[in-house]
């Protein structure tokens, strides 16, 4: 095994990449659904030509693919490496002001944008594990996008030491940047055939160190709800809002358990996450998670019987209840391919921190890329508080994640 040194750039990369508004929309049916993520892709693109990366290039869809050709005489198997461009549409991510505090030695972080935000310590306990360390965040006004700029900052950084470095063997490497990963639609128009790779890895995990091969499994469920609307100065015994109606289905939601602010390890949830229209017609969406695929069908089931029980009171209103797949739980495929985690942990210990293999209340683009005929688990990142503006990351941990990165393309090929 070599003695590797290193000499990083990541955090440049990411104070570079966290300034450029990314976030997706929702509620847009275009791809990417903000053009603006093609921003970020351009620059990534020329950045990778810089380094000599020649097939780099953005598709029309956002997607940024790119190759580190192989420099060893094995039938290496090709790895890909994917993070995500866009940032959530949770919290704003327009004006983004980075903040370095460096030589952290403990306490709550007061954020000088909104001194009302301060990121402490017993919300944060894994703050007590970065004594020493440069923590970074965002001023108080926005989020910060380490989620996901950090894992595009930490490829990039990998793929710049592989290239300085043709000493060091790998098979090829290929590099996917996805745009809309936060809506759901992260993998929707990536090309399996150009990508090319047999196995893969998301770096959008949190905690230092951590490897996650399993994910809740999702799904999305619309309930349209059609109400009788009359004059409001002669409605009596005519008028069934669908504003009420929609109001007294939300309300008749348990509230002690099976939401996400009730839950916690492998307990799924239903969630309202919108809630639109008129006295005609209302739109109710809900996210639905479990890591099993029964457990969803389940909560749906009870989510249909909640919105039948309401709308007996109101034979004037009918409603639909539909249910969109998103993902499924990667770890069905991972345990197929038991060498694909095994390399990543091992990877992790080279870099010199403790691994650790937990399971995401979250899904990535790896959960459905994993369907899709590209194993695909989750490496840590760094990034912490995400989809708030109290999201942090440390230098330190950033490092550690290209180190990861570039070890695991060594081990790839050491095994071929």
């Known amino acids: 095994m070599a003695d590797l040194k290193f000499k990083h750039g990541v955090t440049e990369r990411f104070l570079r990449y966290v300034k450029i508004d990314t976030q997706s929309d929702p509620d847009s049916n275009t791809c990417p659904s903000t053009p603006k993520q093609k921003n970020l892709g351009k620059i990534l693109v020329q950045e990778l030509l810089d380094m000599g990366i020649a097939d780099a290039h953005l598709d029309e869809f956002g997607y940024v693919y790119a190759t580190v050709p192989s420099n060893s005489q094995k039938r290496v198997p090709v790895i890909c490496f994917c993070s995500h461009m866009d940032t959530s549409p949770d919290c704003t991510g327009e004006g983004v002001d980075p903040q370095v505090h460096r030589n952290y030695q403990g306490g709550d972080l007061v954020l000088p944008g909104d001194k009302t935000q301060v990121i402490k310590v017993s919300d944060h306990p894994e703050l007590m594990n970065q004594i020493g360390n440069d923590i970074v965040t965002t001023d ?12 595009l900052a930490e490829i990039m950084d990998a793929a710049q030491y592989l290239t300085d ?10 590099i996917l940047f996805t745009p809309d990963e936060e809506i759901g639609r992260g ?3 990536v090309d399996m055939k150009k990508l090319g790779a047999d196995y893969g890895y998301t770096i959008d995990g949190e905690t230092r160190g951590h490897i996650e091969d399993e994910t809740f499994s999702a799904d999305m469920v619309t309930v349209e709800v059609y109400g009788f609307s009359t004059h409001p100065g002669f409605a009596k015994g005519k008028m069934q809002s669908a504003v009420k109606i929609a109001s007294q289905i939300i309300g008749s939601l348990p509230r002690d358990k099976q939401s996400p602010e009730t839950t916690e390890k492998r307990e799924g949830f239903f969630h ?8 005609e017609k209302m739109t109710l969406k809900f996210i639905i998670r479990d890591f099993r695929t029964e457990g969803l069908i389940l909560l749906e089931e009870q989510l249909k019987a909640i919105v039948i029980k309401v709308l007996r009171f109101y034979p004037r209103a009918s409603y639909d209840f539909k249910v969109t797949e998103q993902y499924r739980n990667m770890k069905v495929v991972l345990d197929e391919h038991p060498q694909v985690v095994r390399y990543a942990i091992e990877a992790v210990g080279r870099a010199g921190i403790k691994p650790h293999c937990s399971s995401i209340r979250g899904g990535t683009d790896g959960s459905r890329l994993s369907f899709m005929g590209l194993p695909c688990p989750n490496i840590f990142a760094g990034e912490h508080a995400f989809h708030s503006k109290q999201e942090w990351i440390s230098v330190q941990d950033m490092e550690k994640a290209a180190e990861t990165i570039v070890h695991l393309s060594m081990i790839w090929e050491e095994r071929a």
Request: no cysteine; aromatic share 0%.
């Open 187 to 189: 993998v929707d128009k």
């Open 165 to 174: 470095h043709p000493e060091i063997k790998h098979g090829a490497i290929r």
């Open 140 to 151: 108080g006004r926005t989020l910060l996008g380490a989620d996901n700029k950090a894992g």
């Open 272 to 279: 309202p996450v919108s809630m639109s229209g008129t006295i």
